[in-house]
């Protein structure tokens, strides 16, 4: 391999790293709270409503695909939600009272699982800017 086709491996190579590295912080710029994980399929059975002679109805399939999301375990515990048809806001407050909040988007179009992660290293700078 000659020095130059060395120098243009690398220099694609470093490019590929800026473009990945760029799309991951833009996207991370509209993080607040919640980290997009995966995604969750459930399936089960349920009997929905009675017949006419009041007997459960047979059971039927059901299949939920969820977008799951992970919440900082330092968040704490869930205290309340609100929202609009658009945008919903979780609250969350930990054992020193400090309230947090997660947002997720289009909460009519989609469903959701959010589950806490545990977090390590937590740094907080609490100066006035």
Wanted: net charge negative.
């Amino acid at each position: 391999m000659t020095a130059v086709t060395r120098g243009v491996l690398l220099t694609t190579a470093l490019v590929a790293v800026a473009f990945v590295a760029g799309a991951f912080a833009e996207d991370a710029a509209n993080w607040v709270g919640t980290l997009k994980s995966h995604r969750s399929v459930e399936r089960f059975d349920m009997s929905v409503g009675v017949t006419a002679g009041q007997a459960a109805r047979r059971a039927v399939q059901f299949e939920e695909v969820r977008e799951v999301y992970a919440v900082p375990s330092h968040y704490g515990k869930l205290v309340s939600v609100n929202g609009d048809a658009k945008t919903a806001v979780l609250w969350f407050t930990d054992d020193a009272g400090i309230l947090r909040n997660v947002r997720l988007d289009d909460t009519s179009e989609r469903m959701y699982e959010v589950r806490m992660h545990e977090t390590s290293r937590l740094e907080v700078d609490a100066r006035e800017r």
